[in-house]
């Protein structure tokens, strides 16, 4: 056995870390390698550093469809760089494949991850994901253990084709549904276009969840440099799993892990990219409930202020016409880092070994799309994507993504139009009496975190019937769910405590006035703060709580969407 892997040294490595307990060590370890004998390798790679590969692939996770080939890839990468690889299965969480949503898996999966980690021998890890959960909830296991570790995604679909047009999930499912309930498309049509819209394997294709998770992991310093755009079935996308493992044993050599890369200014660092690449609402949860394993806390007010000095860059749908294949061919997330340096920490570390600053000098000068990516000086839009609203309607906050959103009801005061729960909205959205007019605010409520719909990405509201069939576009929806990275309008989403929590979102009454401000940053309910009290103490909640499993562990733990929905228990420092 190398000096390595030796049990005698301070740092035990490779298959002698984490015996398993006997009373005997020597026994433990001389057990522990009979059985790994048994696996067909030799002595030699045995005695080697342990590149764990946590895998995610799964039938019922679409976007996960060649894992295999990467995880095939990754290993080639570390046993050329003298390690001994090991695959090991996780959680997969298909984002339509799951009930009640897969944010409900998100923390079950990042337990899985965190304790297989730790609980294996391993001395880095490659976390494989891809889909909207899956990169947040293996980093926030990995930030918890604490070994080496560093995330390969699983790319992006390429766009797909009917007739003349270009599509790519899921902002044109979106956008079709949303004619097709108008009336403007006839159900052959909706269906041929089913066909087409996800034609290869890999994560939705525009700046949805996934891509803006992998693009801010990039930015975060967790991922090789270039490598978050690159389509799925791209063969550099099989070049950068085998650059990862070669990465994953460096990082284990220099004993790299992620305490050293995920901090308070490298997760500036990803949120101030989020803001540029006007990215998904739902990664500011993810970034939160990552940041806050490894103690770094996300204010709102700070987002507000990192939002208001970063300009959007990135023209991808669901705001522009682009798709994430574009964004690789126009220099990928690199261009957009090199366009951000002067509001970027650079000194922070990374991966690949090199801080920020040294990784974005090596491609100064590299081509750029400028179609695609925008430059700091003519940008989209002067101000980030998302801001944060406050207000008695959401003292703990709420979230509004400005760069899908229609300026025109930036300031805007409205009557609510209230719908109790997701069971309501669907009973009465179609109904031809719904009391509802285009200036009026439609209001859900009980679909936040700590309901029993589990925070869907039911936000984007969709439009009635009878206005949409009457032209119209877009009008005020809040509520304290989610939206889909890849929906767009004017959506006041994470409304802070949710209603299911006897937030003030639960007081809002039909006939209410609600004033927006986006200037102002601010949410109001003009209704007395008197009688906001009364009504939630005349009707609080009553929705029924689960009583065993994985669900009560849930409902007892979740936090609001202000701290990621993490669990407390799992935080670095519990609230
Ligand atoms: Fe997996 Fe969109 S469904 S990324």
């Given at each position: 056995?190398?000096?390595?892997?030796?049990?005698?040294?301070?740092?035990?490595?490779?298959?002698?870390?984490?015996?398993?307990n006997?009373?005997?060590?020597?026994?433990?370890?001389?057990?522990?390698?009979?059985?790994?004998?048994?696996?067909?390798?030799?002595?030699?790679?045995?005695?080697?550093?342990?590149?764990?590969?946590?895998?995610?692939?799964?039938?019922?996770?679409?976007?996960?469809?060649?894992?295999?080939?990467?995880?095939?890839?990754v290993?080639?990468?570390?046993?050329q760089?003298?390690?001994?690889?090991?695959?090991?299965?996780?959680?997969?969480?298909?984002?339509?494949?799951?009930?009640?949503?897969?944010?409900?898996?998100?923390?079950?999966?990042?337990?899985d991850?965190?304790?297989?980690?730790?609980?294996?021998?391993?001395?880095?890890?490659?976390?494989?994901?891809?889909?909207?959960?899956?990169?947040?909830?293996?980093?926030?296991?990995?930030?918890?253990?604490?070994?080496?570790?560093?995330?390969?995604?699983?790319?992006?679909?390429?766009?797909?084709?009917?007739?003349?047009?270009?599509?790519?999930?899921?902002?044109?499912?979106?956008?079709?549904?949303?004619?097709?309930?108008?009336?403007?498309?006839?159900?052959?049509?909706?269906?041929?276009?089913?066909?087409?819209?996800?034609t290869?394997?890999?994560?939705?294709?525009?700046?949805?969840?996934?891509?803006?998770?992998?693009?801010?992991?990039?930015?975060?310093?967790?991922?090789?440099?270039?490598?978050a755009?690159?389509?799925?079935?791209?063969?550099?996308?099989?070049?950068?799993?085998?650059?990862?493992?070669?990465?994953?044993m460096?990082?284990?050599?220099?004993?790299?892990?992620?305490d050293?890369?995920?901090t308070?200014?490298?997760?500036?660092?990803?949120?101030?990219?989020?803001?540029?690449?006007?990215?998904?609402t739902?990664?500011?949860?993810?970034?939160?409930?990552?940041?806050?394993?490894?103690?770094?806390?996300?204010?709102?007010?700070?987002?507000?202020?990192?939002?208001?000095?970063?300009?959007?860059?990135?023209?991808?749908k669901?705001?522009?016409?682009?798709?994430?294949?574009?964004?690789y061919?126009?220099?990928?997330?690199?261009?957009i880092?090199?366009?951000?340096?002067?509001?970027?920490?650079?000194?922070?570390?990374?991966?690949?070994?090199?801080?920020?600053?040294?990784?974005?000098?090596?491609?100064?000068?590299?081509?750029?799309?400028r179609?695609?990516?925008?430059?700091?000086?003519?940008?989209?839009?002067?101000?980030?994507?998302?801001?944060?609203?406050?207000?008695?309607?959401?003292?703990?906050?709420?979230?509004?993504?400005?760069?899908?959103?229609?300026?025109?009801?930036?300031?805007?005061?409205?009557?609510?139009?209230?719908?109790?729960?997701?069971?309501?909205?669907?009973?009465?959205?179609?109904?031809?009496?719904?009391?509802?007019?285009a200036?009026?605010?439609?209001?859900?409520?009980?679909?936040?975190?700590?309901?029993?719909?589990?925070?869907?990405?039911?936000?984007?509201?969709?439009?009635?019937?009878?206005?949409?069939?009457?032209?119209?576009?877009?009008?005020?929806?809040?509520?304290d769910?989610?939206?889909?990275?890849?929906?767009?309008?004017?959506?006041?989403?994470?409304?802070?405590?949710?209603?299911?929590?006897?937030?003030?979102?639960?007081?809002?009454?039909?006939?209410?006035?609600?004033?927006?401000?986006?200037?102002?940053?601010?949410?109001?309910?003009?209704?007395d703060?008197?009688?906001?009290?009364r009504?939630?103490?005349?009707?609080?909640?009553?929705?029924?709580?689960?009583?065993?499993?994985?669900?009560?562990?849930?409902?007892?733990?979740?936090?609001?969407?202000?701290?990621?929905?993490?669990?407390?228990?799992?935080?670095?420092?519990?609230?």
């Amino acid at each position: 056995m190398s000096d390595e892997t030796s049990s005698n040294t301070s740092h035990p490595q490779g298959l002698n870390k984490g015996l398993t307990n006997y009373g005997d060590r020597d026994f433990a370890r001389y057990l522990r390698l009979s059985f790994a004998n048994s696996t067909g390798r030799s002595k030699e790679l045995l005695s080697k550093p342990v590149i764990g590969i946590a895998s995610t692939f799964s039938d019922f996770n679409n976007c996960h469809r060649l894992v295999p080939e990467l995880v095939a890839a990754v290993k080639a990468g570390v046993l050329q760089a003298g390690g001994l690889p090991m695959e090991f299965p996780t959680i997969s969480l298909g984002e339509a494949f799951l009930h009640p949503t897969s944010l409900v898996y998100r923390n079950l999966a990042a337990m899985d991850t965190e304790e297989m980690i730790r609980a294996q021998p391993m001395d880095a890890v490659v976390l494989i994901g891809g889909c909207d959960k899956s990169v947040p909830a293996a980093l926030m296991g990995a930030i918890s253990a604490n070994v080496p570790a560093i995330q390969l995604v699983t790319g992006p679909m390429m766009t797909g084709r009917w007739r003349t047009e270009r599509l790519g999930a899921c902002t044109d499912c979106r956008r079709f549904w949303a004619r097709f309930r108008a009336g403007e498309i006839d159900r052959k049509t909706i269906d041929e276009v089913e066909g087409n819209l996800a034609t290869t394997a890999g994560t939705c294709a525009v700046m949805g969840t996934a891509s803006t998770m992998a693009s801010i992991v990039e930015a975060l310093g967790m991922m090789l440099p270039g490598t978050a755009a690159i389509p799925a079935v791209h063969a550099d996308r099989l070049r950068a799993a085998e650059a990862t493992g070669k990465a994953a044993m460096r990082l284990a050599l220099d004993r790299i892990t992620p305490d050293k890369i995920v901090t308070q200014k490298s997760v500036e660092n990803a949120l101030t990219t989020l803001l540029a690449i006007g990215g998904s609402t739902n990664a500011i949860i993810h970034l939160t409930a990552m940041a806050g394993r490894a103690g770094v806390d996300i204010d709102l007010n700070r987002l507000n202020e990192i939002s208001d000095r970063t300009p959007v860059l990135v023209d991808l749908k669901p705001t522009g016409p682009y798709y994430m294949e574009d964004l690789y061919a126009a220099g990928g997330v690199g261009a957009i880092l090199r366009e951000l340096k002067p509001l970027l920490h650079l000194d922070c570390m990374t991966v690949s070994g090199q801080t920020l600053g040294e990784r974005l000098a090596e491609d100064d000068g590299a081509f750029v799309d400028r179609a695609v990516v925008k430059t700091r000086e003519a940008p989209l839009q002067p101000q980030g994507g998302l801001v944060a609203l406050f207000g008695n309607l959401a003292p703990g906050g709420a979230i509004l993504k400005r760069a899908a959103a229609d300026p025109k009801l930036f300031e805007t005061e409205g009557r609510a139009v209230v719908f109790t729960s997701l069971e309501d909205l669907a009973n009465r959205i179609d109904d031809p009496d719904l009391d509802i007019n285009a200036d009026d605010f439609m209001v859900l409520q009980n679909a936040g975190p700590k309901s029993a719909s589990g925070m869907p990405e039911a936000g984007y509201l969709p439009i009635p019937t009878k206005l949409g069939r009457a032209g119209v576009k877009d009008l005020v929806r809040i509520s304290d769910a989610r939206m889909s990275g890849t929906a767009y309008g004017t959506i006041v989403l994470h409304v802070s405590p949710d209603s299911a929590s006897g937030g003030p979102l639960a007081a809002v009454r039909n006939g209410d006035r609600i004033r927006l401000s986006v200037k102002n940053k601010t949410i109001e309910l003009l209704v007395d703060d008197a009688e906001i009290a009364r009504r939630l103490d005349a009707d609080p909640p009553q929705a029924p709580k689960p009583t065993r499993g994985y669900g009560m562990l849930y409902e007892r733990e979740v936090l609001q969407a202000e701290h990621g929905c993490d669990f407390n228990f799992l935080r670095a420092k519990p609230l």
